[in-house]
């Protein structure tokens, strides 16, 4: 069905895709395997006509084609899902899937609604048309962006990480869907960096490792081991024991209530101790942002909350030198992209450098120095501005920063999120070095197997509800996600 | 043919399309000058004339004046992500507070610092009304100081035609004359008020030093670039924007203080007072990128603009707004270049 041979993509020196050939057949699902930066989203910005490749051809059911464009690609039967849902959130559902269609320029909505359901009578619909799509959840969008793909008919259908999103629940559905599809005959491309969800659902695993594809195997030769072995180019090590914690409570948080729009986070109670983790998990949007924004400084919110005995400020600036860390959810809002590496290493503490008025930036960045190798960033120089490093190399900016003053709180939000497995490894041996001293974590994560690996309690929110915590030992996946999706334990 | 993003230029493909862009420019400039029926390259020349002689690098400086204090505090302000376009109307309070002090106080000695003083502090008055309800309400700075120019020109044409109107005038619109210790000491014949060009030049160091070597400037670079990460750092996001938008006020007061004590010498009508030099200087910040010590070179070179514009219009009697068409297609051409620089260019399909 497609084809593609010997793909090369260059942006200036890095090379994104190294003749990469792969191919996937009617009904067949290919995963696509490989860390952040692997090169997979390149391919698929390829196949979709976002880029041009520098090599390379495409063929599709044995002709060769250029994708000039997104338009062009779905003109050939070749329809992306994105990893994020781009609808708009105002409108309604019936009215984000009219923007793949040709219409005239007046129709009614019924015409509308009818035209979509004749479009579609294929596939279960599984949403509403009338409903606004700001009311959907996140896989209830990701629903939308799927009939929005197939609306066009195609015969090649691609998945860009579609589980992020997802409650594990919702996952099982959408691979029933897939399931579905493949039986009709579309040829499916799975991009994923969880080994499960691939060995789940493929029939064929591709895996690609620094833009080149390092191996392709069948689902019946594919083991986990082996597929992390490629991915990573090693064997990756299982996360140390955590030790018990102490006695001493750092955090007391009781009756918390944070308003915002639509549901607030209401009647959130738990206590801290010094050198325990307690994991958060939930579905997007359930409060999690709120929870920790509070904590933080950054949201107003009532109840009472106790930090090592006294009440918590609510100053960020104040909290850090308190001993409260914040890795933030987004890493956008945790680092300057326009400054250097030093700088964002000093951006808690600038005001120590300056103790005659004028920055010592000397100072700043011999400090930055000892901070780069012993986090092991790489980067060209101190100087060097952080947008120019790697997602995983600005998470660990991050760390270094929150972590030098040897805080006694850490609130880390996703820590790991869209970071390759090899510093995934780094930030959790961190956060668990910082335990090991005696802090206390709140981790909130959307991955399961984070939470679980190193937690000494879990909970979920669930609709600005607190469920649980329940000890690490009481809690198995299954279990998470029911707390995720139905707030029960 | 598409465009993609190349975040890493090389100096050699920047400095190229700078160079094709600005001959694109100069291109275009010569249809402007045919259409006119001048010759482009005698154009050119009186273009470039005021490079030619002393004379004519006095008439540059003059106009750099004015745009190296504005722009300096621009650079400022736009780098915080302050979009302060009052800055004309700032020179205009600025020119108000110097002529208040020269024509209504006793003069002495202290009379010159007076008038920069409350011509700085009008000028940082009045931005600093938008810079507040900006702080506190969130109301766009870019509408609220480009409506307040229109209230200090007609403050200003309300004080030469009513209260402050001259005895000694007739009919003009304008105020008497500023007393001698009210007049800024110029280069020999020329127009040129060295003390303001000091001060221009001092202000452009100044913020230089104060936006990279101090913590204020720290802060100020964190807060332009990424609003959520002041906020995250608890940073007092809204006092910083007010100091670096009173700043650019103060600086464009000041411009105004230099204007009517050093050229002028009275209060006149605010199209005279000033050329439009706090919207040249917008351009002027913005060709320096938010660094406060480029505009030591890119105001002279708009100066050169300007003075070049004026030598237009007195040699082959064009408009004299052939500087705004000469100005503005230089800005087009700078802004496609940088724009330009930042992607790559694929032929193939």
Sequence with gaps: ????????????????????????????VLALLGENGAGKTTLVSILYGLYAPDEGRILLEGREVRVPSPKAAQRLGIALVPQHPELIEAHTVAENLALGLDLPPFFSRRALEGRLRELLKDHPLGVALEAPVARLSAGEKQRVELLRALLSRPKVLILDEPTSVLTPKEAQELFQEIRRLQALGLAVIFISHKLDEVLAIADRIAVLRGGEKVGELSRKEADKETLVRMMV???VAPLPKVPPPREEVVLEVEDLVVPRHGFPVQGVSFALRAGEVLGVAGVAGSGQSELVEALAGLRPYRGSVRFLGQPLPKDPARLYALGVAHIPEERAMGVVGGMSVAENLALRTFRAY???GLLDYRAMEREARALIEGYRIKTPSPRTPVRFLSGGNVQKVILARELKGGPRLLLAMHPTYGVDVGAAEEVHGRILELVRQGAAVLLVSEDLDEILALSH????????????????????????????????A | MRLELDPNPTPAKILGLYALFLGLALLLLGGVFLAYGVSPLRAYALLLSPLGDTLGLAEVARRTIPLLLIGAGLSLAFRVGFFNIGAEGQLLLGAVGAAYVALFLPPGPWTLPLMFLLGGALGALWVGLAAWLRVRFGASEILTTLMQNYLAYYLVVYLVAGPWKGQFVFGFLYTDR?????????????LVHWPTLLLGVGAALLLQVLLFRTPLGFAWRILGENPAAARYLGLKGGRLLLVAALVSGFLAGLAGVGEVAGIHLRLLEPAQISLGYGFTAILAAWLARGRPLLVLLTAPLLGVILAGGDALKLSLSMPFRVVDVVAGLFLLALIGAEALSRHRLIWRR
Excluded: C, W
């Design chain 1, 1 to 28: 069905m497609l084809k593609l041979e010997n793909i090369t993509k260059r942006f200036g020196p890095v090379v994104a895709n190294r003749r990469v050939s792969l191919e996937v057949g009617r009904g067949e």
């Design chain 1, 457 to 488: 309690r879990v909970a979920a929110l669930y609709h600005g509800r607190l469920v649980g915590p329940i000890p690490r030992e009481a809690a198995s996946r299954e279990a998470l996600g029911r707390m995720m999706a139905e707030g029960r």
């Design chain 1, 233 to 235: 180019g090693r064997s």
């Design chain 1, 354 to 356: 300056a103790p005659k």
């Design chain 2, 178 to 190: 500023f007393p001698q210790e009210a007049q800024l000491p110029r280069l020999g014949d020329t």
